[in-house]
């Protein structure tokens, strides 16, 4: 399941646009951050822990996205 | 604007310096006067020229010259118990808290444009609001274009000192030569009370451990500015009950690895702010309390007081903020043109006010000469600027603090109390609670004052003093006490201690970052 940003609690500091090695992260028109589930791999392959989530300020702002399956390594 | 007003035999300023610092003792017991406050003091001739017009690392700079931040570094690599991330109000103003993000291309245009507008604009910094050297493309790229399109502008940067030792070389090639770095604490101990996490080397690590980390990182880039010639200021904050007696080791440890000031400022910590320390009733400390550690600290390097705690993205003289002026709004319909000539002239001006200036005070200086008393007062101080008593009582948002005794007037710090008067708190509010922000003050030096107040601050034993209105303040503050003493050793008044004083919780912040 890719990783997605709860947008009521994103700041827009954008701590985590840099730090995705998939380059998911993408700014939104509004000034905030928001995840492309298709490219995020829950940081698998690269990090023990997904990247997102271990440099937002805020807690429970980059979250798991249950709409999606679970990311499968190729 | 301050005009020239010398008179005719003029004396070199770095001679009038000397004089001043031997006048002091510096060499003899190297507790006070030395370094920023009294001009070049003991300074190295290349440090005192760095900052000799910087007006966060010159006390004696400040009164002249003014810098300025861009927020173009939204992102932070820790977490700080002080700070709300989440905080963005341009009503309110904390530290490291601004309400504009600017691109470095946006920034360059509001540096120019304030640049041309004031030119006592000397220094750019980047502060945050974030964390500088988290966000290194968009900082240095900011550097990179105001090197090129005003390079009279020496580029300054706060950092929490996490990423700086992989950014030193980066720092020396921009040649930025003033960097601020935040530390806290040197004992992991007494950090994780302050940082509940950061993110280095992309992990998150909590408690103890981050703060060991941290630290190491910390004093590791301080040692590797300085060893590289680059002027370095340490920031802490004074948490009551977590860090206020360690800092004395901080102060220790960073001197020891060539920090050239440390800035000890008091914790901002209202609930309303959302902060865990405000959150969880962490007071910050009283201005007493403030001035007894730095002055513990003080023999051990220079202090600097004159720290305002502005907002981040402050412009204009230190604490009077114009950013109003200048809003990303007002510039994408303005037309910017670099007035380099006016700005080198205003600055001569200033140089010529700056010796009169130290004249002034060293003539009243030579007059209290031989004075054997051991009393020490606190005056309170309205100025616009200039090193001038030219505030009326009324107006004035922040008052300056100095110590006077018979070696000298001391600055300690500035006051804020405008704050207070906002917010449909009528007269008698703002009046009360001026009295409790200058509570430990014997006198107040204004250029005009009304005579309602003038007879509460009496009542409350402060003295309002408009006999100096328009002139130098070392020097007025050196004759009020000539003539208290005066007065004291023939009886007609007695000297008595006074009590303390409140900080103001809220309002104007930023040298934390
Ligand atoms: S780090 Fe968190 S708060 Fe900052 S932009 Fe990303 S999701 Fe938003
Ligand atoms: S979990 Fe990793 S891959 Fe997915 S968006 Fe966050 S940083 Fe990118």
Redesign the interface.
């Given at each position: 399941m890719p990783y997605k940003i709860v947008a009521d609690n994103c700041t827009g500091c954008s701590a985590c646009e840099p730090e995705c090695p998939n380059k998911a992260i993408y700014e939104t028109p509004d000034g905030l951050f928001a995840i492309d589930p298709n490219k995020c791999t829950e940081c698998i392959g690269f990090y023990d822990e997904p990247q997102c989530v271990a440099v937002c300020p805020i807690e429970d702002t980059c979250v798991i996205d249950t709409r999606y399956p679970r990311y499968q390594a190729v | 604007m301050p005009t020239a007003n010398l008179s005719s035999h003029t004396v070199r300023l770095d001679e009038l310096m000397q004089k001043i610092a031997k006048h002091k003792g510096c060499s003899s017991s190297g507790k006070t006067g030395c370094g920023s406050k009294a001009g070049s003091g003991d300074l190295p001739p290349e440090i005192w020229e760095k900052v000799k017009n910087h007006p966060c690392y010159s006390e004696e700079a400040h009164h002249h010259y003014a810098r300025m931040h861009v927020a173009v570094a939204?992102?932070?690599?820790m977490?700080c118990n002080y700070c709300n991330?989440?905080y963005?109000c341009a009503n309110e103003s904390r530290p490291g808290v601004v309400s504009e993000?600017l691109t470095p291309e946006q920034a360059v245009k509001k540096v120019l444009a304030v640049a041309s507008a004031i030119p006592q604009m000397t220094v750019l910094g980047i502060a945050g609001p974030?964390d500088p050297l988290?966000?290194p493309d968009k900082t240095f790229k900011t550097f990179e274009l105001v090197a090129k399109a005003a390079p009279d502008i020496k580029l300054c940067l706060s950092t929490n000192g996490l990423a700086l030792p992989d950014y030193v070389d980066t720092i020396q090639k921009f040649n930025i030569d003033h960097v601020t770095i935040t530390i806290n604490m040197i004992d992991p101990e007494v950090g994780a009370e302050i940082y509940p996490w950061i993110?280095y080397r992309?992990?998150?690590y909590r408690g103890k451990e981050a703060s060991k980390i941290l630290s190491e990182r910390q004093l590791e880039g301080l040692e590797m500015l300085t060893e590289r010639g680059i002027l370095c200021k340490v920031n802490s904050v004074m948490i009551p009950g977590i860090n206020d007696q360690h800092l004395v080791e901080v102060n220790r440890a960073v001197k020891a690895r060539g920090a050239f000031l440390h800035n000890i400022m008091p914790l901002i910590s209202a609930p309303e702010h959302g902060t865990v320390f405000g959150l969880r009733g962490q007071r910050g400390p009283t201005a007493q309390e403030l001035k007894a550690l730095q002055d513990k600290c003080e023999g051990e390097m220079n202090m600097m007081r004159h720290c305002r705690q502005c907002r981040a993205d402050a412009v204009g003289l230190l604490g009077e903020d114009r950013s109003q002026e200048f809003t990303l709004e007002k510039l994408r319909t303005q037309e910017v043109k670099y007035d380099l000539a006016t700005r080198r002239a205003y600055q001569e001006l200033v140089e010529q006010e700056r010796k009169a200036k130290a004249q002034a005070k060293q003539q009243e200086l030579q007059a209290l000469a031989g004075t054997r008393s051991e009393l020490k007062i606190l005056v309170a101080v309205a100025t616009k600027g200039g090193g001038r008593i030219n505030e009326h009582f009324g107006h004035a948002k922040e008052f300056q603090i100095y110590e006077v005794s018979a070696t000298g007037a001391k600055f300690i710090g500035h006051r804020r109390v405008d704050l207070y008067c906002q917010g449909g708190f009528g007269e008698e509010d703002a009046l009360s609670t001026i009295l409790q922000a200058l509570g430990d003050c014997h006198a107040v030096l204004v250029a005009k004052i009304g005579g309602c107040p003038k007879a509460e601050l009496k009542a409350a034993g402060i003295d309002p003093v408009d006999q100096y209105a328009g002139q130098f303040i070392e020097q007025s503050a050196i004759a009020y006490f000539k003539e208290y003493l005066a007065k004291v050793e023939r009886g007609e008044i007695e000297h008595r201690a006074r009590g303390d004083a409140q900080i103001r919780q809220g309002g104007l912040l930023a040298g934390v970052a």
């Open positions: - | 939204p992102a932070c690599n977490q991330r989440k963005d993000r974030g988290a966000n993110f992309h992990k998150r």
